[in-house]
């Protein structure tokens, strides 16, 4: 969130900025006559950028337009509430009203978005079809990138030989099978949450 120049944004990635969040999302939009910082998140090679890939904060048609320009720094984010997964109707994010509903988030009464209620698995199967990328970029996006932003990449973000096993089983159109936490199952699309991660 951010209407920083590309003179700002020069500044801020001199004095170590390494991600734009959340990409588009109270931003001037992109000008032919000033980059902005949209355009130099999506030029800079130094920068990553969080997205909210749920077709909501981000039309379908700008993710298919912007992923290419910079795939290696697409970052996928929520921005969930605490109405993520449940039914449609008014909840509490802090002190404001909430009205849920077509997989929008508003303030009560307004048309403010309001965070969203965007899985990630909705997210990674989202940018895999609005971008055309392939489902290990997309999957990608979601895993290993953020884990290399933070420097976690030697623990997490992949399946590698003495990494942490916590990953996700996906159908082959990406949608959850079942979450695996320290190589123990813990949830099943077709159970739910599994005793084992209850008894933790």
Same mark, same amino acid.
């Given at each position: ?75 996928? #984010? ?16 802090? =002190?404001?009203?909430?009205e #849920?509903?077509?997989?929008?988030a ?9 965070? =969203?209620?965007?899985?990630m698995?909705d997210?990674v199967r ?10 290990v ?17 030697? /623990? ?14 996906? =159908? ?5 099978? =079942? ?19 209850? /008894?933790?």
């Amino acid at each position: 969130h951010s209407s920083a120049d590309s003179a700002c944004v020069d500044a801020a990635v001199d004095a170590g900025a390494v991600l734009c969040t959340h990409l588009f999302n109270a931003m001037p939009g992109l000008h032919h006559r000033e980059l902005s910082i949209v355009g130099k998140a999506l030029a800079e090679r130094c920068l990553s950028n969080s997205m909210i890939v749920d077709g909501v904060h981000v039309d379908p048609g700008v993710v298919a337009l912007s992923y290419p320009a910079h795939p290696e720094g697409m970052i996928l #984010v929520t921005d969930a509430m605490a109405a993520m997964g449940l039914d449609e109707g008014s909840y509490c994010l802090g =002190s404001m009203e909430v009205e #849920v509903a077509n997989g929008r988030a508003v303030i009560a009464g307004t048309q403010t978005l309001a965070g =969203s209620v965007l899985r990630m698995d909705d997210a990674v199967r989202n940018l895999w079809v609005f971008s055309g990328c392939s489902k290990v970029e997309a999957l990608e996006a979601a895993s290993l990138r953020p884990a290399q932003l933070l420097s976690l990449d030697e /623990e997490r973000g992949d399946l590698g030989i003495g990494k942490r096993a916590d990953f996700v089983v996906l =159908s082959q159109d990406l949608q959850l099978e =079942s979450t695996y936490y320290q190589g123990v199952e813990v949830y099943s699309a077709d159970t739910g949450l599994l005793s084992a991660c209850k /008894e933790t």
